[in-house]
């Protein structure tokens, strides 16, 4: 087998398109042959990434996305309390199951490089590493999970989209806005690969920072509302499904963004720092805006709807804006390769080629955006179906599996951490995590979230014109003079 650094380090250009010399491969400076590759340009500098900078920014950009704007009524389902605790401890699950993703990941790589099989065109995806190292039956379920939470949690950057531009513009109705960010959001089919999401990751991130401290400046400057209650939690079916909403937010990793890294071991230590960082921007504003608005977030699960208008709010929005079209990007990437796979064109050396044969994934998502326009519940149900088992259950229990033999613990490319050197402790944390989910978060916050989920089909209807809009305003009354004369 190939040591464990060099089969990590290996060169990983993504696609025919974003090609690297190894030296820029495996960091960017290194000598070989006496020579230093000179590789800065304006190109790489903003359209060739692959640092562990990079997955940073792409980690951190892509977690919090929309989920910023629902966590204040989370918060409302859950109270502050409840809020904040689950916050931080679904934040450090995630990082714990994003760690055994990414030892899955070199035990593949290291495996398939020992057969002298080079990935340099092609791009690693999770549903190849449970195949390679569990069969094809955990294939089918990684790829059928993965693909149906990346569906979904594109639809809902769609959703995001229509429902924040509302509140600048409300003469179009929020089904009109999905319509015109469908068309928008298709242009992602252009972009190659992540390694070719420097530029934007870096800016998705700065326009959630702004406005996760927008949204805790202007409650606490907004104060609280007159008769603010915080009765949080009432109902067994809203407390869970403000929980499951959490779970949703922080089931953000990607096998692909881990491929698109010069130096993909890193990435272990990179979620658990980018999670660190998107705590600092959840907790403050979502604990900010319950508290100054409480109660009325049960019926508001755009944070933007309760905040007044202002060039503050406008920015925040159209920033969000911008950030929601990289997150689909995002969450669309992963699916291109797939189908791109499917159909054998993932090798084409033609960016336009490509971008056509990816048109057809753009399409069910629009549809399915306009027929459940339910921001806020969605992302419950979502967190509870879907992101419960690809993100928690599936990597726990594949990590057991795959070295549940004194062989493969022996030769195991990545050993325990350090603070949990023992593979029993390994074992012990990894049923806890499938317990926890399995129950808590897929059973009880499945139960929840599908309840919620139905009674706004209830209410609103499917391809609800207008989802949680204000009432139109009657018109004025008529003086007592002119009801006389009609």
């Known amino acids: ?59 951190a950009s892509n977690q919090v996305a929309q989920v910023l704007l629902t966590l204040p009524y989370s918060f409302s389902q859950l109270g502050m309390l409840s809020g904040v605790i689950l916050q931080m401890f679904y934040g450090f699950l995630g990082s714990w199951t994003a760690y055994l993703i990414s030892v899955l990941y070199i035990e593949y790589r290291a495996r398939k490089e020992k057969e002298n099989v080079s990935f340099k065109n092609h791009v690693i995806q999770w549903f190849e590493v449970l195949d390679g190292l569990l069969g094809p039956y955990w294939k089918a379920a990684g790829l059928a999970f993965n693909c149906t939470f990346l569906l979904f949690g594109s639809v809902i ?146 944070a933007f709807s309760l905040l007044p208008k202002s060039r503050w709010r406008d920015a925040a929005v159209i920033l969000m804006l911008i950030h929601q079209f990289i997150t689909f990007g995002f969450a669309c990437t992963p699916l291109y390769f797939v189908w791109e796979k499917a159909i054998g064109m993932h090798d084409a050396k033609s960016i336009c080629l490509r971008a056509l044969a990816r048109l ?30 690809t993100v928690y259950i599936i990597p726990a229990l594949a990590h057991m599996l795959t070295y549940r033999t004194p062989s493969a613990r022996q030769n195991a490319a990545e050993k325990p951490p350090f603070f949990l050197p023992s593979w029993t402790g390994m074992y012990v944390v990894n049923a806890l995590v499938v ?52």
Request: net charge positive; charged share 10%; with cysteine.
């Open 157 to 302: 950057q769609l959703i995001a989209c229509a429902s924040n531009i509302y509140y600048i513009n409300d003469r179009l109705d929020k089904r009109t806005w999905t319509y015109i960010f469908g068309a928008c959001c298709a242009t992602t089919v252009f972009i190659p690969s992540f390694h070719n999401y420097r530029m934007w990751s870096f800016l998705g991130l700065g326009m959630t920072t702004y406005t996760a401290w927008y949204l805790t400046i202007a409650a606490a400057v907004h104060g609280q509302v007159e008769g603010v209650t915080h009765s949080g939690p009432t109902q067994l079916v809203l407390y869970f499904t403000g929980a499951t909403n959490i779970l949703y937010t922080f089931g953000g990793h990607a096998v692909t963004i881990m491929h698109a890294m010069w130096k993909p071991h890193k990435f272990k230590y990179i979620y658990l720092l980018a999670t660190v960082y998107v705590l600092t921007l959840t907790l403050p504003s979502a604990a900010a805006t319950y508290w100054a608005f409480g109660d009325q977030l049960l019926t508001h699960s755009n």
């Open 1 to 59: 087998m190939l040591p464990p650094k060099q089969a990590e380090e290996a060169a990983i250009p993504a696609t025919d398109i974003a090609t690297f010399s190894n030296e820029t491969a495996q960091g960017g400076d290194k000598e070989q042959g006496g020579e230093t590759a000179s590789v800065f340009s304006m190109k790489s500098l903003l359209w060739h990434g692959g640092s562990a900078w990079d997955a940073w920014f792409s980690c």
């Open 435 to 486: 317990g926890w989910v399995l129950v808590v978060g897929f059973g009880l916050g499945g139960w929840a979230s599908v309840t919620n989920f139905v009674r706004q089909v209830d209410t609103f209807g499917l391809f609800a014109k207008c989802y949680q809009c204000p009432s139109p305003r009657p018109p004025p009354a008529l003086p007592p003079q002119q009801r006389r004369r009609l």
């Open 360 to 389: 057809p994934v753009v399409i069910p998502i629009w549809f399915l955006a306009i027929v459940f326009p339910f921001f806020g519940p969605i992302n419950s149900a979502v967190g509870a179906l879907l992101v419960s088992f």
